[in-house]
């Protein structure tokens, strides 16, 4: 907690937010006829903040998403965000036919990077990715944690005040998963990122977040939240991780149950 | 190869039909060392080859950024989209009459029906290149700030490659088939002797093998130049996105 205050504190930017979301309705035009599938959502990420999106599969998390990414309009409200963010997506999203490091490097240049910095910047992503040796693999040669790992890399490459991640483990096995964490927390403690962290699953919001927001399904609204003052580094079997965990899945369950009937 | 050699010879000993209507291979071969001495051979080759290559230069010049602008400027597949993928389905010999009219027996008159005939396949395969480009792509590019001719030139024309060059193989196919249309019926002496002439040639002097001869080589020359230059490239870049199934 207090390096996330000192980090805080540190920011100092004109903006008081990295991203803020008010009153964002979302609706799309289905055969069935309007659909709302988010309602009059309110949301600050602070700068230097980590927050986890929490909600049940449909409920609007990747809508959300998107209109932060600006992939996509509200129908109402409006979201402003500190610069343009980094969205890593549930599927690594690499393009197949640049190399890791040439992956890397297109962001780089699209933001602006010398050319001359860029291999020296795109190893050092790499390096902080612990992918050293990366570099010049295709796509199809790299596991599905070391995709997401460049993926994750390529993401810090531009640079953004604000990282989204939409389920960005959900595919991996546990234990990959579980370095992914520490790694992910490792580098947002070292850097002065804002995260806005996307999951169905309660022990990973647990494990990263400092704030956990829960949606509720069908219109997604915002359904309660949880500030998380675990001291970090934490580990996914920490009691005190599990003990929130326990609390936030009941909420979760009686919200499925709630709105799951349809 | 060895097996039709075979069939062929056969059929010939069978007497299956007069020998002026199925010349023996050796007649055919033949006529390939006489044509060979006279140093015509590879004239023949060449003037077709080279008439068929700058053709179809012309035709990845033109078709090329026709197809990006049909694939991603909304008025213009409007307006010409259909126009290209219906002209794909024309045999281009139905421009030969037009284009002999317009520009006369010439070199140009057989670009243009080079042209007619390849442009439309290059465009077509690469807008359907573009359009089966993932949408994820798209929008990642889009959060990586790539939009407008940044997001054409670093994500839409790369993730379209394996399309644009799947056209580009069948733009070849029908640059070859339509010269060699060409060739067979617009005919003069001024034009230098392709296959095409070399085979209406033959029909005129009633020379069966030389006939076949004109066919062999077409066909050979055909196929050769998509081994040697498409295939590959195609492999290349499936291999390199791991699209290939390598054994
Ligand atoms: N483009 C679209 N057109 C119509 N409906 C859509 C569209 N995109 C999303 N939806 C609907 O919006 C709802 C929320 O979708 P969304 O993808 O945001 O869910 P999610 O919370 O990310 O779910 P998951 O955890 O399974 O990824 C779903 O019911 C979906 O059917
Ligand atoms: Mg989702």
């Known amino acids: 907690m207090a390096t996330a205050l000192a980090k805080a504190a540190d920011a100092t930017t004109s903006v008081e937010y990295a991203a803020r979301i008010e009153h964002v309705s979302k609706s799309f035009t289905t055969p069935a006829g309007r659909q709302l599938v988010l309602d009059d959502i309110t949301l600050d990420v602070a700068p230097g903040e980590f927050v986890t999106l929490l909600g049940a599969s449909g409920c609007g998390k990747s809508t959300l998403l998107n209109l932060v990414a600006g992939l996509d309009q509200p129908s109402a409200g409006g979201i402003s965000t500190d610069g343009r963010p980094a969205l890593m997506f549930q599927e690594h999203a690499l393009f197949p036919w640049l190399t890791a490091g040439k992956n890397i490097e297109l962001a780089l240049k699209l933001r602006g990077v010398a050319k001359a910095e860029r291999r020296t910047k ?135 149950r709630r709105h799951g009937q349809h | 190869m060895a097996l039709v050699l075979v069939v062929w010879q056969v059929l010939v000993w069978a007497k299956v039909t007069d020998s002026y209507k199925l010349p023996a291979p050796s007649a055919v071969w033949d006529e390939v060392s006489e044509a060979w001495r006279q140093g015509t051979f590879l004239e023949y080759i060449w003037t077709s080859v080279s008439r068929g290559l700058l053709g179809f230069l012309m035709a990845l010049v033109i078709g090329t950024p026709l197809g990006l602008l049909v694939a991603r400027v909304k008025f213009v597949r409007a307006a010409i989209g259909p126009i290209l993928s219906g002209l794909q389905s024309l045999p281009s010999v139905a421009w030969v009459p037009p284009a002999v009219l317009w520009l006369g027996l010439n070199d140009s008159m057989m670009y243009a029906v080079i042209l007619l005939g390849a442009v439309p396949s290059i465009a077509n395969g690469l807008v359907s290149g573009v359009d089966q480009v993932p949408p994820l792509y798209l929008r990642a590019g889009r959060t990586l700030g790539a939009t407008g001719l940044r997001g054409t030139w670093h994500i839409v024309i790369p993730a379209a490659l394996p399309g644009y060059l799947a056209g580009l193989k069948q733009g070849w196919a029908f640059s070859w088939r339509s010269l060699m249309a060409a060739e067979i019926i617009a005919s003069s002496p001024d034009l230098g002797i392709g296959l095409g002439q070399l085979l209406e040639n033959g029909r005129t002097a009633n ?34 996105r791991g699209l290939l199934v390598t054994h």
Do not use: C
């Open chain 1, 122 to 256: 795109a190893e050092e992503l790499l390096a902080l990715v612990r992918l050293e040796g990366a570099y010049g693999k295709r796509v199809h040669e790299l596991s599905g944690g070391m995709r997401q790992r460049v993926a994750l890399a390529r993401a810090l490459a531009q640079d953004s005040k604000l990282l989204l991640m939409d389920e960005p483990f959900a595919a991996l096995d546990a234990i990959t998963r579980d370095v992914l964490h520490d790694e992910l927390t490792r580098i947002w403690r070292e850097t002065s990122v804002s995260v806005l962290f996307v999951t169905h699953n309660v022990r990973e919001a647990v494990r990263l977040a400092e704030r956990v927001v829960l949606l509720s399904s069908r219109p997604g609204r915002i359904a309660h939240e949880w500030t998380v003052d675990i001291p970090q580094p934490r580990r996914i079997e920490d009691s005190a991780v599990a003990e929130l965990s326990v609390e936030i899945t009941e909420q979760l369950r009686g919200e499925i």
């Open chain 2, 207 to 240: 020379s069966m093998s030389m006939v076949f001869l004109a066919i062999l080589l077409i066909l050979i020359v055909g196929i050769a130049i998509d081994l040697l230059i498409f295939s590959p490239l195609e492999r290349r870049v499936l291999r390199s």
